[in-house]
């Protein structure tokens, strides 16, 4: 069984700054993609950022330049580094892995339960 769990979120003042980690738990062989994504009230889930094993990332384009995506893979935990926080990026935020469970299996999804920022302005 694998689980990512995420901790991190809370509420803070624009402008401030937070800083989210996920570890993934389990029987884990390795890990591929593991990204953040996240889902105000009302709208659809979004991708916020992904990295790959190798470490090239992808962001949103309403995060570049505040957002920080990185891993410490020995740890299989992924961190998300958020800097002059917006009212606009208040939502849950999710982790998401691509993750394999054991030699010549292939990489199943996983979501976590999701963590909630609030930005107040």
Same mark, same amino acid.
């Given at each position: 069984?694998?689980?990512?769990?995420?901790? @991190?979120? @809370?509420?803070?003042? !624009?402008? @401030?700054?937070?800083?989210?980690?996920?570890?993934?738990?389990?029987?884990?062989?390795? &890990?591929?993609? =593991?990204?953040?994504?996240?889902?105000?009230?009302?709208?659809?889930?979004?991708?916020?950022?992904?990295? =790959? !094993?190798?470490? $090239?990332? $992808?962001?949103?384009? +309403?995060?570049?330049?505040?957002?920080? &995506?990185?891993?410490?893979?020995?740890? $299989?935990?992924?961190?998300?580094? =958020?800097?002059?926080?917006?009212?606009?990026?208040?939502?849950?935020?999710?982790? $998401?892995?691509? &993750?394999?469970?054991?030699?010549?299996?292939?990489?199943?999804?996983?979501?976590?339960? @999701?963590?909630?920022?609030?930005? +107040? +302005?």
């Amino acid at each position: 069984q694998v689980q990512l769990v995420e901790s @991190g979120g @809370g509420l803070v003042q !624009a402008g @401030g700054s937070l800083r989210l980690s996920c570890v993934a738990t389990g029987s884990i062989f390795k &890990i591929d993609v =593991m990204g953040w994504y996240r889902q105000a009230p009302g709208k659809q889930r979004e991708l916020v950022a992904t990295i =790959m !094993a190798g470490g $090239n990332t $992808n962001y949103a384009d +309403s995060v570049k330049g505040r957002f920080t &995506i990185s891993r410490d893979n020995p740890k $299989n935990t992924v961190y998300l580094q =958020m800097n002059s926080l917006k009212s606009e990026d208040t939502a849950a935020y999710y982790c $998401n892995g691509n &993750i394999v469970r054991g030699w010549g299996l292939r990489a199943d999804n996983y979501w976590g339960q @999701g963590t909630q920022v609030t930005v +107040s +302005s």
